[in-house]
């Protein structure tokens, strides 16, 4: 069964770093998509960061791009994907959360929730002005 925990949300102000946290098991299968979403109050879950298991081809949105990072460390039955995000804003201000499809990261990955079967709790980050 497949089982993904966040960790690492929290409170910065803007122009502040956080790295975000999700561990993964009880993949069997060599082609995923591991992706970090957010949801802000009142707005729609929104893809944020993604990467293939498989070749560690990531995707980004645009609003992220040049400022988050997403990284994945494969450990046997484990996988740790990362989220590095580097001066933040308070439009970053939601709940994060990393979710599972079964297959390598499209472009149009990360505008396709309906793809990712497998999602975390979710993890708060806050970012004062």
């Known amino acids: 069964q497949v089982q993904m925990v966040e960790s690492g949300g929290g409170s910065v102000q803007a122009g502040g770093s956080l790295r975000l946290t999700c561990e993964v098991s009880g993949i069997t299968y060599s082609h995923n998509c591991l992706a970090w979403f957010r949801q802000a109050p009142g707005k729609e879950r929104e893809g944020v960061a993604g990467i293939s298991t498989n070749d560690g081809r990531t995707v980004y949105a645009d609003s992220v791009k040049g400022r988050f990072t997403i990284t994945l460390i494969q450990d046997n039955a484990k996988n740790t994907v990362y989220l590095q995000m580097n001066g933040l804003k308070p439009e970053d201000t939601a709940t994060y959360y990393c979710?599972?499809?079964?297959?390598?990261?499209?472009?149009?990955?990360?505008?396709?929730?309906?793809?990712?079967?497998?999602w975390g709790q979710g993890t708060q980050v806050t970012v004062s002005s």
């Open positions: 979710a599972k499809d079964a297959g390598s990261c499209l472009a149009r990955s990360l505008s396709k929730l309906e793809w990712f079967g497998y």
